[in-house]
């Protein structure tokens, strides 16, 4: 019998790219200070892949550890701009603090997921996407930030790309799943390799 998965995020997105792969999955959200973790690393000078990394990895300990017997997936997602690493946007006016201050450059989003069973880490990949941002009015950002603030609350960088957040760009490289929050093409591979899934 395949092990049992257990997404360890509240991310309606990632439940739905597994969901939409064929992943039989429960979700149990872990409860870590994500703000803490993130600002003790950031006192070490972490570079935003090992925070994404980290963090992902210590959500994944964190269930896994009240279910011992399932292969628990955890992830994070991390903005990376300019020597400084972004979260997600406190009020709608640090949302349009952080558009404007990426329009018409470059950041990169960097994906962490770690599968952790048998009381340790099995798997780990961080997917790193590149995203050019067009030079966007202040009049479109300020609309864009009103219109959307209930879904891009919850987004790093105040926007999502699957929804108004792609008029925001002007150039995506990498993959679009890492954009998502979820590095699913190599989790898939992964979990077919060791025989959680078929294949």
């Known amino acids: 019998m395949a092990d049992p998965i257990i997404l360890a995020s509240g991310s309606e997105i990632r439940a739905t790219l597994l969901r939409?792969?064929?992943?039989?999955?429960?979700?149990?959200?872990?409860?870590?200070?994500?703000?803490?973790?993130?600002?003790?690393?950031?006192?070490?000078?972490?570079?935003?892949?090992?925070?994404?990394?980290?963090?992902?990895?210590?959500?994944?300990?964190?269930?896994?550890?009240?279910?011992?017997?399932?292969?628990?997936?955890?992830?994070?997602?991390?903005?990376?701009?300019?020597?400084?690493?972004?979260s997600k946007p406190t009020s709608p006016d640090d949302a349009l603090a952080q558009l404007k201050m990426m329009r018409g450059k470059v950041h990169q989003l960097l994906s962490a997921a770690v599968l952790y069973g048998e009381g340790k880490p099995?798997?780990?990949?961080?997917?790193?996407?590149?995203?050019?941002?067009?030079?966007?009015?202040?009049?479109?950002?300020?609309?864009?930030?009103?219109?959307?603030?209930d879904s891009i609350r919850h987004a790093v960088g105040a926007y999502k790309l699957e929804e108004e957040g792609a008029r925001l760009f002007h150039r995506v490289e990498g993959d679009y799943f890492n954009v998502l929050g979820l590095p699913l093409l190599e989790l898939l591979s992964y979990l077919t390799l060791r025989g959680t899934l078929d294949g």
Request: aromatic share 6%; net charge negative; charged share 30%.
């Open 122 to 149: 099995q798997w780990r990949h961080v997917g790193v996407v590149r995203l050019h941002m067009r030079d966007a009015s202040d009049a479109y950002l300020e609309g864009y930030v009103d219109r959307n603030w």
């Open 20 to 86: 939409n792969a064929g992943v039989d999955f429960d979700v149990v959200v872990a409860r870590v200070d994500e703000d803490a973790i993130k600002q003790a690393l950031q006192a070490e000078d972490a570079p935003p892949r090992d925070i994404a990394d980290t963090l992902a990895e210590m959500k994944a300990r964190k269930v896994a550890s009240k279910h011992p017997d399932a292969l628990v997936i955890g992830c994070d997602q991390v903005l990376a701009f300019q020597q400084q690493t972004l």
